[in-house]
């Protein structure tokens, strides 16, 4: 496992150096460097009422929030992947509501999204597993940097609108009742989704997502939200989840109340990060964010301390933007740290799933 860390760290230097010093290149070693995005089967964009299982529909690689607010011009289509799963002895005259669960930046996990279907259907509850890495050519095999630069938290986004609008349309399911619950990496997409600029983007004519559910999802992004689609917010968090700025998260979920949603924050004492998970609880050794703020403009370029952490156009291409990100490292150095504890916590798992049916009986 050491020697397999130390060659991934040697061939992530060698890429960056390569992408600083060979302009040239920089194109065909990145793209060489990303996962290749597959041919799937045909999308739906309609669904039957007995439509279960794996379902392809139709959706979109932004890869930045740029692109969703300067109207999708020119984004790169792509294939949405999941899996539908719906309480027994349901019925068109009482359709049921729904979660979209959003994996964390590791892939789906066992323990953690099998199980909350499970539980989501034996409480009458319908749900969406998103796969956002396979359409993208990742798989649980592809390394961690590769995965992530795949799929970025914004075309998590897209995926889930795009499942929004198809699974609107089964006859099994309220299209007002379909929310959203990430984990992590998705539980950003989970958050940001409730601005209502990405929703009129997006999903034109929809209400949106009817509950936002975020667990141990990291708060160092800062939209500048001036208004939201309105679902109320469920936050989830361990004060030993080091990827979690508890203080960040607190002025989140205060930036929601104050634009009047209804925002109910647990906190679980001496629990770490993605609790679910049927992995070992350890310290790991996982990069995260804490002690910055990405503030998003207008335009919606990123910005750190009042600059952009980016430099290319609004009409940038997808793998230039790759690019970028890999390149932006240096600009974290302030507030980049590693370890935080991660893995099975049955307890928490307990009190967690308790309290995320407690909020949709009242909220979906």
């Not at 798989?139 to 995926?159: R, V, W």
């Not at 099994?172 to 601005?195: K, V």
């Not at 980049?336 to 309290?355: M, P, S």
Request: proline share 5%; hydrophobic share 40%.
């Amino acid at each position: 496992m050491i020697k397999k860390i130390f060659l991934s760290l040697i061939i992530l230097i060698v890429l960056i150096v390569a992408i600083l010093m060979i302009p040239v290149t920089r194109h065909a070693l990145v793209g060489a460097f990303l996962p290749k995005i597959p041919d799937l089967p045909a999308t739906q964009s309609t669904l039957s009422v007995d439509a279960t299982g794996r379902i392809y529909f139709p959706s979109n690689s932004p890869f930045d929030l740029d692109v969703i607010f300067n109207g999708m011009q020119d984004v790169l289509q792509t294939t949405g992947l999941g899996d539908l799963y719906l309480p027994a002895n349901i019925n068109p005259e009482n359709p049921v509501g729904l979660i979209i669960l959003a994996h964390g930046s590791g892939g789906t996990a066992p323990g953690r999204e099998d199980d909350y279907a499970q539980l989501l259907n034996a409480n009458g509850y319908g749900a969406f597993i998103i796969d956002y890495y396979a359409p993208r050519g990742a798989s649980h095999e592809t390394g961690y940097l590769a995965k992530t630069a795949s799929a970025t938290e914004f075309d998590i986004i897209a995926d889930a609108y795009a499942a929004l609008k198809v699974l609107s349309t089964h006859p099994l399911i309220d299209e007002n009742r379909i929310g959203i619950m990430g984990f992590s990496y998705g539980a950003m997409a989970a958050r940001l989704s409730a601005d209502a600029r990405i929703r009129d983007n997006l999903a034109a004519g929809h209400p949106g997502f009817a509950v936002h559910i975020d667990a141990y999802g990291p708060c160092f992004q800062n939209l500048q939200t001036t208004q939201t689609t309105g679902g109320a917010h469920l936050t989830l968090r361990g004060t030993e989840d080091a990827s979690n700025d508890l203080e960040a998260c607190l002025v989140r979920e205060q930036e929601l109340r104050d634009l009047g949603n209804t925002v109910i924050a647990h906190i679980y004492e001496g629990a770490g990060h993605a609790w679910e998970n049927n992995t070992p609880r350890v310290m790991g050794k996982h990069p995260y964010l804490s002690g910055c703020e990405v503030i998003y403009n207008a335009q919606g370029f990123a910005m750190l301390d009042g600059e952009r952490v980016t430099s290319y156009d609004v009409d940038a291409k997808r793998i230039e933007r790759v690019i970028a990100r890999f390149t932006s490292g240096p600009r974290y150095k302030d507030c980049l740290h590693k370890g935080y504890i991660v893995g099975n916590d049955h307890e928490t798992k307990a009190k967690a799933n308790q309290h995320l049916l407690e909020f949709l009986g009242e909220h979906l």
